[in-house]
Protein backbone atom coordinates (compact mmCIF):
# COMPACT_ATOMS: atom_id res chain seq x y z
CA UNK A 1 0.00 0.00 0.00
CA UNK A 2 2.85 2.30 0.84
CA UNK A 3 4.86 1.54 -2.54
CA UNK A 4 0.94 2.35 -4.38
CA UNK A 5 0.55 5.98 -2.39
CA UNK A 6 4.06 6.79 -3.27
CA UNK A 7 4.01 5.85 -6.71
CA UNK A 8 0.20 8.37 -6.78
CA UNK A 9 2.12 11.09 -5.46
CA UNK A 10 5.08 10.75 -8.12
CA UNK A 11 2.46 10.40 -11.28
CA UNK A 12 0.77 13.58 -8.91
CA UNK A 13 3.74 15.74 -8.79
CA UNK A 14 4.96 15.19 -12.50
CA UNK A 15 1.50 15.17 -14.34
CA UNK A 16 1.35 17.72 -16.86
CA UNK A 17 -1.58 18.46 -20.09
CA UNK A 18 0.22 18.27 -24.10
CA UNK A 19 -1.16 21.19 -25.88
CA UNK A 20 -0.85 21.32 -29.68
CA UNK A 21 -1.60 24.47 -31.01
CA UNK A 22 -2.21 24.60 -34.86
CA UNK A 23 -1.41 28.04 -36.13
CA UNK A 24 -0.74 29.85 -39.40
CA UNK A 25 1.93 33.22 -38.77
CA UNK A 26 -0.18 36.01 -40.60
CA UNK A 27 -3.69 34.43 -38.91
CA UNK A 28 -5.13 37.41 -36.79
CA UNK A 29 -6.81 34.51 -34.72
CA UNK A 30 -3.41 32.77 -34.46
CA UNK A 31 -1.38 35.97 -33.55
CA UNK A 32 -4.25 36.84 -30.78
CA UNK A 33 -3.69 33.44 -29.24
CA UNK A 34 -0.28 33.45 -29.30
CA UNK A 35 0.14 36.62 -27.65
CA UNK A 36 -3.21 36.96 -24.78
CA UNK A 37 -3.10 32.77 -24.04
CA UNK A 38 -0.56 30.81 -25.20
CA UNK A 39 2.44 32.57 -24.36
CA UNK A 40 1.77 33.93 -20.87
CA UNK A 41 -0.14 30.87 -19.40
CA UNK A 42 3.27 29.17 -20.63
CA UNK A 43 4.89 31.57 -18.52
CA UNK A 44 2.61 31.00 -16.03
CA UNK A 45 3.03 27.41 -15.87
CA UNK A 46 5.59 26.94 -16.91
CA UNK A 47 7.09 23.41 -18.71
CA UNK A 48 6.70 21.23 -15.84
CA UNK A 49 2.67 21.34 -16.12
CA UNK A 50 2.48 21.84 -20.17
CA UNK A 51 4.20 19.86 -23.03
CA UNK A 52 3.56 22.42 -25.46
CA UNK A 53 3.45 21.45 -30.05
CA UNK A 54 3.89 23.76 -32.32
CA UNK A 55 2.71 22.51 -35.90
CA UNK A 56 2.45 26.27 -37.89
CA UNK A 57 0.83 25.36 -41.05
CA UNK A 58 -3.01 26.34 -41.21
CA UNK A 59 -5.15 25.95 -43.65
CA UNK A 60 -1.99 25.97 -46.21
CA UNK A 61 -1.88 23.66 -49.48
CA UNK A 62 0.47 21.51 -50.70
CA UNK A 63 1.11 20.45 -54.07
CA UNK A 64 4.07 18.04 -55.39
CA UNK A 65 5.13 18.51 -58.87
CA UNK A 66 8.27 16.79 -60.20
CA UNK A 67 9.28 15.51 -56.36
CA UNK A 68 9.44 19.36 -55.55
CA UNK A 69 6.62 20.53 -52.88
CA UNK A 70 5.02 23.66 -53.29
CA UNK A 71 2.55 25.69 -50.91
CA UNK A 72 -0.14 27.99 -51.42
CA UNK A 73 -1.02 30.10 -47.82
CA UNK A 74 -3.99 31.29 -46.66
CA UNK A 75 -2.34 35.01 -46.68
CA UNK A 76 0.17 34.40 -48.87
CA UNK A 77 3.50 33.83 -49.90
CA UNK A 78 4.51 36.17 -46.81
CA UNK A 79 2.44 33.52 -44.62
CA UNK A 80 4.50 30.76 -46.13
CA UNK A 81 7.71 32.21 -45.84
CA UNK A 82 6.90 32.74 -42.07
CA UNK A 83 5.49 29.22 -41.52
CA UNK A 84 8.52 27.43 -43.15
CA UNK A 85 11.13 29.70 -40.46
CA UNK A 86 8.93 28.65 -37.51
CA UNK A 87 8.87 25.30 -38.37
CA UNK A 88 12.76 25.55 -38.98
CA UNK A 89 13.04 26.76 -35.49
CA UNK A 90 10.79 24.83 -33.60
CA UNK A 91 12.37 21.50 -35.33
CA UNK A 92 15.55 22.86 -33.85
CA UNK A 93 15.02 24.69 -30.49
CA UNK A 94 14.21 23.69 -27.48
CA UNK A 95 10.30 24.39 -27.00
CA UNK A 96 11.31 27.19 -24.77
CA UNK A 97 12.99 29.06 -26.67
CA UNK A 98 10.71 28.55 -29.79
CA UNK A 99 7.77 29.80 -28.34
CA UNK A 100 9.45 32.53 -27.44
CA UNK A 101 10.86 33.32 -30.76
CA UNK A 102 7.08 32.54 -31.97
CA UNK A 103 6.27 35.51 -29.84
CA UNK A 104 8.65 37.62 -30.41
CA UNK A 105 7.67 37.08 -34.45
CA UNK A 106 4.13 36.92 -34.06
CA UNK A 107 4.06 40.59 -31.48
CA UNK A 108 5.61 42.39 -34.01
CA UNK A 109 4.13 45.14 -36.52
CA UNK A 110 5.09 42.55 -39.47
CA UNK A 111 5.66 39.10 -37.88
CA UNK A 112 6.96 37.14 -41.02
CA UNK A 113 9.48 39.77 -42.94
CA UNK A 114 13.27 38.55 -42.91
CA UNK A 115 14.52 41.94 -40.55
CA UNK A 116 11.42 40.51 -37.76
CA UNK A 117 12.08 36.96 -38.06
CA UNK A 118 16.68 37.48 -37.73
CA UNK A 119 15.42 39.66 -34.77
CA UNK A 120 13.72 37.11 -33.41
CA UNK A 121 16.34 34.56 -33.93
CA UNK A 122 18.89 37.05 -32.38
CA UNK A 123 17.05 37.46 -29.51
CA UNK A 124 16.82 33.84 -28.59
CA UNK A 125 20.24 33.62 -29.68
CA UNK A 126 19.55 31.21 -32.63
CA UNK A 127 21.87 31.71 -35.27
CA UNK A 128 20.17 32.68 -38.48
CA UNK A 129 22.79 30.32 -40.52
CA UNK A 130 20.85 27.33 -39.02
CA UNK A 131 17.52 28.85 -40.51
CA UNK A 132 18.78 29.76 -43.82
CA UNK A 133 20.32 26.46 -44.35
CA UNK A 134 16.86 24.99 -43.41
CA UNK A 135 15.58 26.58 -46.45
CA UNK A 136 18.19 26.35 -48.40
CA UNK A 137 18.24 22.13 -48.58
CA UNK A 138 14.20 22.38 -48.97
CA UNK A 139 14.55 20.87 -44.86
CA UNK A 140 11.88 23.70 -44.39
CA UNK A 141 9.75 22.00 -47.25
CA UNK A 142 10.06 18.46 -45.45
CA UNK A 143 8.95 19.87 -42.22
CA UNK A 144 6.13 22.22 -43.69
CA UNK A 145 4.76 19.01 -45.38
CA UNK A 146 4.96 16.88 -42.34
CA UNK A 147 3.23 19.66 -40.64
CA UNK A 148 0.14 19.36 -43.23
CA UNK A 149 -0.24 16.14 -42.80
CA UNK A 150 -0.68 16.45 -39.05
CA UNK A 151 -2.68 19.61 -40.11
CA UNK A 152 -4.85 17.66 -42.44
CA UNK A 153 -5.17 14.61 -39.98
CA UNK A 154 -6.90 16.49 -37.46
CA UNK A 155 -9.41 18.74 -40.00
CA UNK A 156 -9.54 21.70 -38.11
CA UNK A 157 -12.17 24.06 -38.80
CA UNK A 158 -10.87 27.01 -37.50
CA UNK A 159 -7.44 27.65 -36.99
CA UNK A 160 -5.55 28.04 -34.56
CA UNK A 161 -7.05 24.80 -33.63
CA UNK A 162 -6.02 23.48 -29.71
CA UNK A 163 -5.53 20.38 -28.93
CA UNK A 164 -5.11 18.57 -25.61
CA UNK A 165 -3.72 15.27 -24.78
CA UNK A 166 -4.20 14.31 -28.43
CA UNK A 167 -7.83 14.52 -28.13
CA UNK A 168 -9.63 17.91 -30.05
CA UNK A 169 -12.96 19.04 -28.28
CA UNK A 170 -14.42 21.61 -29.67
CA UNK A 171 -15.68 22.73 -25.74
CA UNK A 172 -11.70 22.79 -25.20
CA UNK A 173 -11.52 24.45 -28.34
CA UNK A 174 -14.06 27.64 -27.62
CA UNK A 175 -12.73 27.98 -23.86
CA UNK A 176 -9.35 27.85 -24.45
CA UNK A 177 -9.50 30.80 -27.13
CA UNK A 178 -11.12 33.14 -24.52
CA UNK A 179 -9.53 31.40 -21.64
CA UNK A 180 -6.23 29.04 -21.53
CA UNK A 181 -5.78 29.39 -18.09
CA UNK A 182 -9.14 27.71 -17.36
CA UNK A 183 -8.99 24.55 -19.69
CA UNK A 184 -5.26 23.99 -18.26
CA UNK A 185 -6.37 23.38 -14.65
CA UNK A 186 -9.42 21.60 -15.73
CA UNK A 187 -7.37 19.00 -17.16
CA UNK A 188 -4.79 19.55 -14.14
CA UNK A 189 -7.78 18.73 -11.85
CA UNK A 190 -7.11 22.22 -10.26
CA UNK A 191 -3.74 20.99 -8.71
CA UNK A 192 -0.83 23.77 -9.27
CA UNK A 193 -1.10 26.38 -7.07
CA UNK A 194 -1.47 28.56 -10.17
CA UNK A 195 -4.72 27.21 -10.41
CA UNK A 196 -5.67 28.41 -7.20
CA UNK A 197 -4.17 32.30 -7.63
CA UNK A 198 -1.20 31.46 -5.11
CA UNK A 199 1.77 31.83 -8.03
CA UNK A 200 2.19 34.65 -10.35
CA UNK A 201 4.97 34.44 -13.47
CA UNK A 202 6.32 31.17 -11.29
CA UNK A 203 8.66 30.42 -14.06
CA UNK A 204 8.93 33.68 -15.36
CA UNK A 205 12.68 34.40 -14.12
CA UNK A 206 13.53 30.60 -15.65
CA UNK A 207 12.66 31.02 -19.56
CA UNK A 208 13.30 34.11 -20.06
CA UNK A 209 15.72 34.84 -22.98
Known sequence: MRSLILLLLMVAVKASVKISVYYETLCPDSIAFIKNQLFV???????????LELIPYGFAKETDSNG?????????????????VHGCVVSYGHIVTSLYFVHCSE?????????????????????????QTCLDTKLADQIMSKNGEKTRKLNPQFIPAVVFNNRFSQTDQDDAIQNLKNVICR????APRQCNGYASNLYADVIVL
Not at 68 to 84: A, I, L, P, R
Not at 187 to 190: H, R
Open 68 to 84: TKNFVCQHGVEECYGNK
Open 41 to 51: NYIYFGPDYID
Open 187 to 190: YLNY
Open 107 to 131: SSFLPTSQDTLQKCAQLGNIPWINI
